[in-house]
């Protein structure tokens, strides 16, 4: 089936022979229309008008002027008119048709002297006469109107030429339209999928078209569901996985506070060891669970109001709780009074990741600054360590699951981990934006972008 | 020595927490599926429940509401930690604390400590003065922990009634969340925490609004709730 390949083959051809004929017709329609003019209307009168013209020319400007005169005349009438001496020669030089040279030798014989319109133009009293004695007859070749005259004088081709330059443009506007349009929607599902959204499908949005491109369409929306399919299962497994996990560590947790306990409740290094590990394989475990319900769309979103103020302050003091033991701190430099719609266990997980991620990074004896404002009636949360931030390369890797920056300390700690995964993810479904940027004083600075009142979710990615 | 009622599908589990339990001077009984746990706490054996959301047979939510038709049992479920939604069903449901699994031994002790001091009716001293306190329609009994609307008695939890003597005391005045979570539920608010949130709306649902239209207990957002006074 090669429909697409007809639509532009027809419409080219189409499109040409439209142009070709419009132009034909057009030329030939005026054409008819001049003949017409120079036989119904009132030829005798038109010529006692040029003739008058002629006369008072050649009174006040003489030879030249009438020279003058008649080219103008040429130039404008799609009716060539000569002007012959005694001689029969043209004024002008031009040569004369042969049937105009017929025509006027039979006039100038005693057979031809009577009953034709032409004829009376030729009689003596119709001569228009110079001052240096010489006469002139006008005489117009009605025979002479042809396509090239009339192609020839432009003021005359205009209209039909612009009625068919906008047609034929009219219809190329839309057969573009008509052939782009499918194409940018293809290229913003593309771009929708290679921002993370596999929920993208292009054919419902192409009402019922059949062809090359329609076919891409369906071959685009069948691979997005494939790719959706195994990101689904994927994260489903990882949930899976990680809820499994949690039986074994919950009775971790138990034997080993079981085992302190029958210690006489001491607790040895080792013990604290064991149970500080088992609380971050806990935390891990919940961060894959948190991060697989959101990517796979189970689960569901509250829509609830929460102030932004209050959330920070409580992030940040809870923050300054956890890592009391060296000195380094959270503090809020900026805020603003702000409502945000949305849901405030994604929100929480969202800022706290990104604090807590800055609080481990932020060189010893330095402050994590919070600035929260609202910018472009959005609102703006900055949140900035005294870091060695990341290269620029990898800015916007750092949100994806466990990326590692490179570094070696970054490798003992395990890279970024999934916090930042969790609060893009977080921030994404609640209508904003999130990037990490390098500040111009040292340190990475994370930026989220959330819209104020009633954001808009994204219907059909369920969660 | 307190009788405890612990239901948990995982069985080692459960024998662990139980030696656990028991070294803290509990009588533990422990089932492993739903039916049997409704059974044990409707039995009235037990001053406290401990159960697992997931549970075959029968869920611990669904123990919960059948319980609650006829029992105000003290009740701690135990949740998949960041799943809120079956944290607020089950306060929903009326029980009057939740944990979140892989619970620590010792915070479950911690926690049930605190539910048994809410529900017997040995209140501390400074609390044992008033016997009666009467707001309008509300009548509350410090002693035999009844509350009564018009009354008639209105059945609850310990820990809703626990909260709301506390508001009741305090009427009038706005209390924050902090002190309602540390002085109520005997333990310090956390990140995201749902707790007195749920325990207040139950208490506005069974006691409805004030005569005078108005609602009973006000939520002063970003701080806590207030019990509001009839002006009348």
Known sequence: ?463 | MHSLLLADDDTELCDMLRQYLEAEDFAVTAVHDGEAALAEARSGRHELAVLDIMMPRMSGLDVLRELRRESQLPVLILTARGDDVDSIVGLELGADDYLPKPASPRVLVARIRALLRRATASVPAEATAPVHITLGDLDIHTGARSVELNGSPVPMTSTEYSLLEYLARGAGRVIDKEELSQQVLGRKLEAYDRGIDMHVSNLRRKLGPLPGGEERIKTVRGVGYQYVLDED
């Not at chain 1, 190329?172 to 929607?185: F, Q, V």
């Not at chain 1, 697989?292 to 109001?305: D, F, L």
């Not at chain 1, 472009?376 to 949360?381: A, G, K, P, T």
Request: glycine share 8%; net charge neutral; aromatic share 6%.
């Open chain 1, 1 to 463: 089936m090669h429909r697409l390949y007809w639509k532009i083959f027809l419409a080219f051809w189409l499109s040409l022979v439209f142009f070709v004929t419009v132009t034909l017709v057009a030329a030939s329609y005026y054409l008819q229309q001049t003949r017409a003019r120079a036989a119904d209307v009132n030829p005798h009168q038109r010529h006692m008008t040029l003739l008058r013209e002629a006369r008072g020319i050649a009174g006040s400007e003489g030879i030249a002027g009438l020279e003058r005169w008649l080219t103008r005349l040429d130039r404008r009438e799609v009716t060539p008119y000569y002007l012959l001496d005694e001689q029969g020669r043209d004024l002008l030089g031009r040569p004369l048709p042969p049937d105009l040279e017929i025509r006027l030798a039979r006039q100038r014989s005693p057979m031809g002297q009577m009953g034709q319109m032409s004829d009376m133009m030729m009689r003596p009293a119709m001569a228009i006469r110079v001052a240096s004695g010489r006469s002139f007859q006008l005489v117009p070749d009605f025979q002479g109107v042809n396509m090239w005259r009339v192609l020839g004088r432009p003021r005359v081709f205009a209209l039909p030429l612009l009625v068919t330059a906008l047609l034929s443009g009219l219809l190329c506007y839309w057969l573009a339209r008509y052939l782009l349009r499918p194409i940018k929607e293809l290229r913003e599902a593309t771009q929708a999928m290679a921002g993370g959204d596999f929920a993208q499908r292009v054919v419902p949005g192409l009402g019922g078209r059949r062809d090359e491109i329609a076919d891409l369409a369906h071959d685009f929306d069948h691979m997005a569901a494939r790719i959706e399919q195994l990101m689904t299962s994927q994260m489903q497994l990882l949930g899976d996985i990680s809820h499994e996990l949690r039986s074994p560590l919950a009775r971790l947790v138990v034997a080993l506070e079981l085992a302190q306990q029958k210690q006489g409740g001491e607790s040895t290094a080792e013990f604290e060891r064991i149970a500080l590990e088992t609380e971050r394989m806990n935390e891990l475990i919940g961060q894959l669970l948190a991060l697989s319900r959101m990517e796979s769309g189970t689960g569901k979103i509250a829509n609830e109001t929460v102030d932004v103020n209050a959330l920070l302050e409580r992030l940040v003091e809870n923050s300054n709780f956890e890592i009391a033991t060296d000195d380094r701190r959270a503090v809020i430099v900026e805020t603003v009074p702000a409502a945000i719609d949305g849901d405030p266990a994604l929100l929480t997980s969202a800022f706290e990741n990104v604090i807590r991620n800055a609080a481990r990074y932020t060189a010893p004896g330095t402050t994590v600054e919070v600035a929260a404002r609202i910018r472009e009636s959005r609102l703006e949360v900055r949140v900035r360590d005294h870091g060695p931030g990341i290269t620029a390369a990898m800015l916007d890797r750092v949100f994806d699951p466990f990326v590692r920056v490179g570094d070696a300390r970054d490798r003992a700690s395990g890279g970024y981990g999934l916090g930042l995964a969790i609060a893009r993810r977080a921030i994404l479904l609640h209508g904003g934006e999130i990037a990490a940027a390098n500040h111009l004083h040292g340190g990475l600075e994370i930026t989220i972008r959330l819209p104020l009142t009633a954001g808009r979710r994204r219907s059909g990615s369920g969660l």
